[in-house]
Each structure stands twice: as structure tokens, then as C-alpha cells.
């Protein structure tokens, strides 16, 4: 089985990144062929400052490694270090309608902050098909905000067998593996956790920084000795995250007796967050001393991923009669 996922490297992760797709994704390494990508290419439509970019993708490597990415066990590369999957972008552009693409929530949601759109930020889930297609992905672990782009991805794919395969399934349709109780992480606003909301917290925020996020995560105004409920706090809804099930459930009694104001329930979210990327944290530090391993790490990745793109790419320039 070939599981892959990508990530954006659009700034700092943060605990809706974590828990939707990395520690799900780490937790598969061990159950089949992983490839999972840092996708530069994706954040052009963002990062439009090089430094910036270089930056941040060399942050995200550390933090997939520091959160226990094992290269051992999963290639982990650098999406445009397989110039490939832009020439099947266009091969699958071809055959794309235009209306699936305007559908696209991610895309519409973008529209609707007023950014101005440029044909990349349009095009953007074709160049995810093919980067799940290339590789021939059988399952790809994601939030819940990517399930549109993965449906796409199989709308694509079906139609490219249709198209060209002659009844054979040229390329293998993907299925999307959604853990529920993270398909979506809510931020300190609770909307979605999102680098666009700026309502994030990254998962290496100094202490302190760290300490003010959690103060700022909205609450209602119920007075300190009245009971408050556990089922629409955002507070909760990020405990239960790091929290085994019975600290889980001592907060919720809490919460409905009263007597406990917000602020104690946050002090205790600080705690667990710091106890539970505590590992990672010194792991972080580590590697940040270590360029040379990230690297070599990175181009090995590439190595390997860019000979399965380019057996696919074959395959279909072939049948596409290039
Ligand atoms: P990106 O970089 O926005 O996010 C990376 C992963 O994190 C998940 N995620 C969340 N999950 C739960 N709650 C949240 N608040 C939250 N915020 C982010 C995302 O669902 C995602 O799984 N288009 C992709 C990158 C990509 C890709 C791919 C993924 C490019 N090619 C091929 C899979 C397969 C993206 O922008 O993710």
C-alpha cells in the first residue's frame, strides 16, 4: 500500500497540521510504502518572497523530522525536486473541467478574504491530483479541509482510465484517510485552525508566546463560580487533543460543577501542550544544529520519489500519444 500526503510550507505548522495530517501520517510509516512531500511548489501562490520560502521549507522538514517523521521508514522530499509532476499537471489540465475546479471550497473561501487570484491558486488541486497520481497513492491521510481535492483527485483519474487506458486503470484512484476526532482542529477564534484566520498555535512557540495563545482562545462570559459547558469549548475541544481520557473527563466534571473560572482550565491546556510536544521539542533542537542531515535526508527523498514519478510520467505520455 502507497500512502502519501503533502505540506505546505506557508509558515510555522501548528496544532491543526499536527493532529489532521502529521501524527496520522506518522503513525502509517509503519503500515506500508509512506512518501510524504513538503509542497513548494503549492506555496508559490502564497510565498511570493524567496528567502522566505527557502526559509520555511527547511523549518517544515525540521519539524516532520522532530515530530518523528523516521526517513528510514517514509521518503520525505521536496515537492519541486520532482519537476515531473508539473508536466503531468498539464497532461491532467487537459482534461479537467473547468467547473470542478470552481467548486473548490479552498479556492472560493480564498476569494471570499478578498484575495485577488492568480491562475495558480486556480489550478492549485491539478497540481494535487498529480501529485498523488504520479506516485500511485492508495491512501492519502488529510484534514478534513482537503477531502474536496481528494474527490477531485478522483474525478481526474477516473476520467483520465476512461480517456486513455483502454479499460485499464492507468492511474489508481486514491482514498482519503480522515481522522475524526481532528478532521478539523479549531483555533484560538474556533474557526478552523488556519495560518489565514491567524488564530493559530504553532507546535514549537516558545513558552511564553505559547502562554499568551492559550490566554487569547475565546470563551464566553460565564462568571467564574457558575457551571460552563465542556461541549462547546474551545479550551476542551484542544485538551482532549493532548489529554488522556480520564484528565479529559476530570475537566468536564469541572466545567459543570463551577467554582473554576476559564483562565484555570487554560493553565492546564498550557501544561499538557508543553508536556506533549516536550520530546519533539528537544528533538527540534537537535536537528536545527544538523543542516547537513535535513539535506541529505531531503535529497535521498527525491531520489527515490522522482524514479516512481518518472515511471508513471512515462506510462502516460505514452497512452496521451506524446
Ligand atoms: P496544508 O499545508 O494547508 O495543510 C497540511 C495538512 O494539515 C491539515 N490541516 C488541518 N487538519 C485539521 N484541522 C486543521 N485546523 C487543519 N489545518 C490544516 C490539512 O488538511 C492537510 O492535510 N493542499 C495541501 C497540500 C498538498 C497535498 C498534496 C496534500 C499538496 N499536494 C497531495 C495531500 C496530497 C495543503 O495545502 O495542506
Not at 154 to 174: H, M, S, V, W
Amino acid at each position: 500500500m502507497r500512502i502519501l500526503s503533502g505540506i505546505q510550507p506557508s509558515g510555522r505548522l501548528h496544532l491543526g497540521n499536527y493532529f489532521g495530517m502529521m501524527e496520522p501520517a506518522i503513525r502509517l510509516q509503519d503500515e506500508g510504502e509512506a512518501y510524504y512531500f513538503i509542497a513548494d511548489y503549492h506555496s508559490l501562490t502564497s510565498i511570493h518572497d524567496p528567502s522566505e520560502l527557502r526559509y520555511n521549507v527547511r523549518d517544515v522538514a525540521i519539524d516532520f523530522l522532530a515530530c518523528g517523521l523516521d526517513p528510514q521508514k517514509a521518503v520525505f522530499f521536496r515537492q519541486s525536486d520532482v519537476p515531473e509532476v508539473t508536466e503531468l499537471t498539464w497532461i491532467l489540465s487537459c482534461l479537467t473541467p473547468m467547473g470542478l475546479l470552481e467548486r473548490c471550497h479552498s479556492y472560493k473561501d480564498k476569494i471570499a478574504q478578498g484575495i485577488s487570484p492568480s491562475h495558480g491558486l486556480f489550478a492549485y488541486p491539478v497540481l494535487m491530483a498529480a501529485d498523488i497520481l504520479i506516485y500511485n497513492s492508495d491512501l492519502v491521510p488529510v484534514g478534513k479541509d482537503q477531502k474536496q481535492h481528494i474527490e477531485v483527485t478522483r474525478d481526474i483519474a477516473q476520467k483520465f482510465n476512461d480517456r486513455y487506458g483502454e479499460g485499464e486503470a492507468l492511474l489508481t484512484i486514491p482514498e482519503p484517510r480522515i481522522r475524526e476526532d481532528s478532521a478539523a482542529v479549531p483555533g484560538l477564534d474556533g474557526r478552523k485552525m488556519s495560518k489565514s484566520y491567524d488564530n493559530t498555535i504553532a507546535l514549537f512557540e516558545d513558552e511564553k508566546a505559547l502562554k499568551k495563545k492559550v490566554m487569547r482562545i475565546t470563551t464566553d462570559s460565564t462568571p467564574v463560580e457558575d457551571p460552563k459547558n465542556p461541549d462547546d469549548s474551545y479550551i476542551v475541544m484542544l485538551y482532549k487533543l493532548v489529554a488522556t481520557p480520564n484528565e479529559v473527563e476530570e475537566m468536564e466534571i469541572a466545567f459543570r460543577r463551577g467554582g473554576q473560572g476559564y483562565g484555570h482550565f487554560k493553565k492546564l491546556l498550557l501544561e499538557k501542550l508543553l508536556e506533549y510536544f516536550a520530546p519533539m521539542r528537544a528533538k527540534r533542537a537537535e536537528l536545527e544544529q544538523n543542516n547537513a542531515y535535513v539535506e541529505d535526508v531531503l535529497q535521498n527523498g527525491a531520489e527515490q520519489a522522482r524514479a516512481v514519478a518518472q515511471k508513471t510520467l512515462l506510462r502516460v505520455r505514452k497512452a496521451v500519444g506524446l
